[in-house]
């Protein structure tokens, strides 16, 4: 349980007394969960303000809570914005110039044409492989299996699924230099 020294006592501590042990008098201490009646009547009568364009205006207890309850989840939403980097529309359009601003000079619009077109006659040259050169690329590629475990699966040394590999691969580079 915890406990609060009364502002009486504060005065007396600060002045010319000064306990003899760690542990104030028991007088000087009052539970911190007990109120006398004029604290009561006080906090029963308390006053909620809210500030409109520079002036105090009385409010409710519900409003003024419900008020600083919107005000925070802004602020909360506000600092994951920041967090995440999110840019919210109304900051772009800053000088009446939307799309202007919208654009964004990071990325390489001409980069990802670039790339597309060559991922597309990738699959041109992956398709004229056979079914079993295009299968063990699968495995290696985009399945991720070690050599091991597909040389184990076709009974074969990993060497072997090695220089398969190999071939098949040089066999690409050979369909792809002439379109790039």
Not at 41 to 65: F, Q
Not at 161 to 169: E, Q, Y
Request: charged share 40%.
């Amino acid at each position: 349980m915890s406990y609060t020294i009364d502002s009486f006592f504060i005065y007396v501590f600060r002045g010319h007394f000064t306990p003899k042990c760690r542990s104030p008098p028991f007088f000087i201490l009052k539970k911190q969960n007990q109120r006398t009646e004029k604290e009561e009547y006080t906090m029963d009568k308390k006053d909620y303000y809210l500030y409109v364009k520079g002036k105090e205006v009385k409010v409710s207890e519900e409003i003024y809570k419900t008020y600083w309850k919107i005000t925070e989840h802004e602020k909360y939403l506000q600092r994951k914005d920041w967090k995440y980097g999110v840019i919210p529309f109304s900051t772009l359009d800053n000088d009446g110039h939307f799309v202007d601003n919208i654009i964004d000079e990071r990325i390489d619009l001409e980069k990802i044409v670039e790339v597309k077109m060559q991922i597309e006659e990738l699959n041109k040259a992956l398709a004229t492989l056979t079914k079993k050169e295009r299968e063990l690329m699968e495995a290696i590629f985009y399945r991720e299996e070690s050599l091991r475990s597909i040389g184990k699966k076709e009974k074969v040394s990993y060497q072997a699924i090695g220089k398969r590999r190999d071939k098949i691969l040089e066999k690409l580079r050979k369909l792809l230099e002439d379109k790039f």
